[in-house]
């Protein structure tokens, strides 16, 4: 029995794109926050989800628009560190106005993807609400991309 096919999805692909950026990395970033805001309290975190967006019905191009927040804790204190959540925003925002497209490998998939082009909506703007002691800062992020079919040996 063949393995199922395993389709490249919104949140695989700005996961891996986001962690490509300059000052980011796969454990940086994720569909949920970890509990353990000890793990990740010194580089921040971004969390991703699928805001809205639309397919071209001619061919698969995908332009989600992802809901990409940037958090920032400082354990012990009752300050949020909103400077360094806006940094993580401003971060994905310099990170849009490569102009070439990016490769992004997907291993969990059986395809991989190549993001086009890559934009916000809006400017990153504060969070606010029950967060306790974290510093949110909330970008609406439009990826282009097009699944990549994976070459075998």
Sequence with gaps: ????????????????????LDGFSAGMVGETL???????????F????????ATVPEFRLESPVMDVRGWATTPGTDAPP??????????????TY?????FVELPACSENAVVKTAYLLGKPR?????????AVYVLNLVLNWVPVVKSTP
């Design 1 to 20: 029995m063949a393995a199922p096919f395993i389709y490249a999805s919104d949140e695989a692909v700005t996961k891996a794109w986001l962690a490509q």
């Design 82 to 95: 909103w400077n360094k959540a806006r940094n993580l925003a401003l971060s994905v925002q310099a990170g």
């Design 46 to 53: 971004l969390t991703v989800t699928v805001a809205g967006g």
């Design 126 to 134: 504060r969070a606010y609400g029950d967060f306790g002691d974290y």
């Design 34 to 44: 970890p509990r353990d805001a000890g793990s990740w309290a010194t580089s921040g």
């Design 98 to 102: 490569r102009r070439e497209p990016w």
